[in-house]
């Protein structure tokens, strides 16, 4: 450990000895790109290079120009920032240094917009929390704050923050219509009007509306042509009130409908029967549905199928996410040295779906899992209301603020899901299914195998807190900085889980599914059965509590204006959690980090102009919450599925580089590096394979296999993640326009996707991304705006995450990523 610290130290004085150098560039007022960038990764106002945090910032005209839409796209330009597609772009979550948010765990990146955590997700899959559709338009900035930021933020979160802030209304009467439209037939249209009712007064309305077509194309006859589409419509209103010169109330209501027809991933791998196993070869379920993968693999290649070419098997593949909510934060400036501000807000997030959750289709047979909400139920539905009461002031060379948090999440009645294995069904909500696949017993009756799985379920949230920090200057040179807070936590989840054999067509034979929990009505012991649908006789609720304290301190040194050294140790803290289906594995534990940062900050001006910031850390990682893998032992009445078990202890470290440089006012290089090292240092709760037949009372479990392994990285980790920008502004008379062109390219090393699956699926492969874009600003004098842009120019072809069934189903699948997109754009600005 201590030697992996000194060589993140080294690579981090190194740099630092360069960013010492520029001293002589930087004795003046610095770069001025640089002194206008403010931010708020302290919940006040700061420039951008006065703040000891390494943070990446967008404004509106680099998130247009870049042509980011989403969080996969944020992610391709943030070196340190990761996001997980498993479920689909629209379920993506972000990790940042190594920390992912894992499935069913809370987020380990807290999304904020307008200083307010995004909105629970309440599902069986893991969403709910990041970017929703059509918030990345009309906006001051976007900031990416890396590292735990649990102590100013209203949620605990070890890897790091995003920021969204919207553009307030201004006192100008503005505003612009812009419309974009590219390849698989895209077009999205934008509109923003900013209205000064009154000099106290403003009102500014956005709306943003886009569709494409699916760029996943599927060949099963079954479903929508083609998936992975965008069909969105999001709408922003926003209003601040001047009550008095020193009170002002700022209301902000937004709303996002999207409708798409879903994702879905790709067969890329089945397995062979191994001669060493009894039988047919294989283990458990895998004798079905592992042949019928491999003739999907055979039909795939004599097809001259392509790397976005799928099989759907879901009949109404859809994904359907409706989110509403209000901010209003009221501010008053007390006194001079005196800020108090209240922040409120009330959020509901819908989700529907349905969902063929590997890509198989293995007809003969039916698909091994698709998942679909069951009718007149959500998928998922949870309200969200939190509360913050924060205090900011000056006290002679102390800037400190306070504060209060409290967040209650509650569901919008069930949200439930019907989830056929191996089923044939016409209409599973109404029961509808044909007789299933059955193996006799040997005794005159059979073993059921194909099942038809319905959950009903509740989740509840509550988080409060209590913080403050404070910046005192010690001279005029140093200052130091520290935080602490203190959270408390709970989560509750209601779960019923039914089954349903079908011995004959449409004839249900439903059971409680977990039966080592709950059996059924009547007692323990035997299989108790229920009338199909009446699921609250299988009630289960599971509750995790946990609390603790976090805190940050720091120590800034500025030996001229324009640099910054720091140095900084801090506490992340992440709540436990439920999962309530998984017999043995149904709650964990919080998990906790130690982060040592030191970094600079530099800036400087000239002919050559811009900025260096780096930073090198070491995280020291306990009770983490990592993703397994869980297979049944032969006779034990439960599935398989995933689960989250506390891991015991990891290290992170590695170094962050970001810096432009802009010559001549022409040409500006940007430059973003991230070096990842990343370690299980011990599994822990892990118990080895057993595949004896189970004995009641005793695990049910046979394989538990976590994602990564001891002694491995984590995943989506990559160990090397750079990011090259060239801008080049052509040397025109102002009343010609601005015209510039532009290039990125992105280069990430390979990464663990989950070592539970098979050795060949483990690693997801190294990329490279180059990403075109020509702008003209001003068009010959006039307020409009023509843009070109191209993503993935050279069609590069790379997974992003795989499915992990290899060990229950005997396949493997993967999601394909984003292929060649481009388009035109046309804005047209008017007011002031």
């Known amino acids: 450990m201590r030697a992996a610290f000194t060589r993140s130290l080294m690579l981090a004085t190194s740099a630092l000895g360069a960013a010492m150098a520029l001293p002589a560039l930087a004795q003046e007022a610095g770069a001025e790109s640089q002194n206008d960038i403010v931010v708020t990764a302290r919940r006040t106002e700061e420039r951008l290079q006065d703040v000891p945090i390494s943070i990446s910032v967008y404004n509106q005209d680099a998130l247009s120009a870049r042509n980011i839409v989403n969080s996969a796209d944020l992610a391709t330009y943030t070196p340190s920032l990761a996001v997980n597609q498993r479920y689909g772009p629209e379920k993506a979550s972000f990790a940042i240094r190594g920390f992912v948010q894992d499935f069913q765990t809370a987020p380990s990146v807290g999304v904020y917009f307008a200083d307010v955590v995004a909105p629970r997700g309440a599902s069986t899959t893991t969403g709910g929390g990041g970017i929703g559709v059509g918030a990345l338009f009309d906006l001051a900035n976007v900031q990416v704050l890396k590292g735990p930021q649990g102590t100013l933020f209203g949620r605990n979160t070890t890897g790091g923050a995003v920021l969204l802030v919207p553009q307030k209304p201004t006192d100008k009467l503005e505003g612009y219509v812009e419309g974009s439209a590219g390849n698989y037939g895209m077009w999205r249209a934008q509109a923003v009007l900013n209205i000064p009712l009154a000099d106290t007064f403003k009102v500014r309305l956005g709306v943003d509306r886009m569709k494409r077509q699916g760029y996943l194309i599927n060949h099963s006859g079954i479903g929508p042509d083609r998936l992975n589409d965008t069909d969105y419509v999001a709408a922003r209103l926003s209003i601040v009130a001047d009550l008095t010169p020193d009170l002002e109330n700022y209301l902000i209501a937004s709303y996002a409908n999207s409708d798409n027809n879903g994702s879905t991933m790709r067969m890329a791998g089945c397995k062979q029967p191994d001669p060493s196993l009894p039988g047919n070869g294989y283990v458990s379920l895998q004798g079905l549905s592992a042949p019928r993968a491999c003739d999907q693999i055979a039909r795939q290649n004599a ?67 698709v998942i679909g909400a069951t ?34 999440s509650d569901p919008i009645g069930y949200g439930s899901q019907t989830v056929p294995l191996l089923l044939n069904c016409s209409d599973p909500g109404a029961y509808q299914c044909k007789a299933g696949i059955a193996f006799p017993n040997g005794s005159g009756g059979v073993i059921p195998v194909s099942n038809l799985g319905q959950q009903w379920y509740q989740w509840w949230w509550r988080s409060k807190g209590l913080y403050a920090q404070g910046t005192y200057a010690i001279t005029d040179k140093i200052s130091t900085t520290a935080g602490l807070r203190y959270t408390w936590d709970s989560q509750k989840n209601y779960n019923s889980a039914t089954a349903m054999w079908f011995l004959a067509d449409n004839t249900p034979t439903a059971f409680c599914n977990n039966v080592i929990r709950n059996p059924g009505p009547g007692g323990t012991g035997t299989t108790k059965l229920i009338a199909p649908g009446d699921f609250r006789q299988c009630d289960l609720t599971f509750e995790k509590k946990s609390k603790a304290p976090t805190w940050t301190i720091d120590l800034e040194y500025k030996p001229v204006s324009d640099v910054m050294i720091f140095a900084k140790w801090s506490r992340g803290y992440r709540a436990g959690g439920v999962n309530t289906p998984f017999v043995f594995y149904e709650t964990w534990n919080p998990e906790k980090v130690d982060t040592y940062e030191i970094g600079a900050k530099t800036s400087f001006r000239g002919p050559v102009s811009g900025f260096f910031n780096i930073t090198g850390f070491y995280n020291n ?17 439960v599935a398989g599925g995933t689960g989250i078990v506390n891991a015991g202890k990891s290290r992170i470290w590695g170094v962050e580089i ?14 973003g590096y991230t070096y990842l090292n990343t370690r299980l240092i011990k599994l822990v709760g892990i118990p080895p394979e057993d595949m004896t037949s189970w004995v009641p009372g005793e695990s049910p479990w046979a394989v538990v296999h976590a994602t990564s392994q001891e002694g491995g990285p984590l995943a989506l980790s990559p160990k090397n993640r750079v990011q090259l920008t060239g801008t080049y502004t052509l040397p025109l008379d102002a009343s010609v326009g601005d015209i510039s062109f532009g290039a990125t390219f992105v280069h990430t090393d390979r990464q663990l996707a989950n070592s539970g699956t098979a050795p060949e699926f483990w690693y997801l492969p190294a990329t490279n991304l180059l990403n ?61």
Do not use: C
């Open 621 to 637: 990682f306990r009770n983490q919450q990592i993703q397994v893998t869980l297979a049944q032992k032969p006779g034990a009445p």
């Open 772 to 832: 075109l874009n020509a702008n003209w600003r001003n068009v010959m004098g006039r307020p409009i705006d023509l843009a070109f842009f191209m993503t993935n120019v050279t069609n590069a072809k790379f997974p992003l995450n795989v499915a992990n069934f290899y060990g229950t189903a005997g396949f493997e699948s993967q999601n394909p990523n984003e292929p060649r997109m481009w388009g035109f754009r046309l804005k047209y600005r008017f007011g002031n």
């Open 658 to 671: 970001d810096a432009a440089l802009t010559f001549f006012h022409s040409l500006k290089i940007e430059a």
């Open 303 to 369: 097809r001259g199928d392509g790397w976005w070419d799928v099989e759907n098997t879901a009949p109404d593949a859809h994904e359907r996410n409706r989110t509403w909510q209000v901010i209003n934060t009221t501010t008053w400036r007390a006194s001079d040295s005196l800020t108090i501000k209240n922040i409120m807000s009330y959020a509901e997030s819908y989700e529907d779906m349905a969902y063929n959750l590997a890509g198989d289709n293995l007809s003969p047979l039916p698909a091994f899992i």
């Open 375 to 408: 009718p007149n139920y959500h998928y998922g539905a949870e309200s969200t209301w939190t509360e913050e009461l924060q205090f900011q002031g000056t006290i002679g060379r102390l800037k400190w603020q306070a504060g209060g948090y409290y967040e209650s």
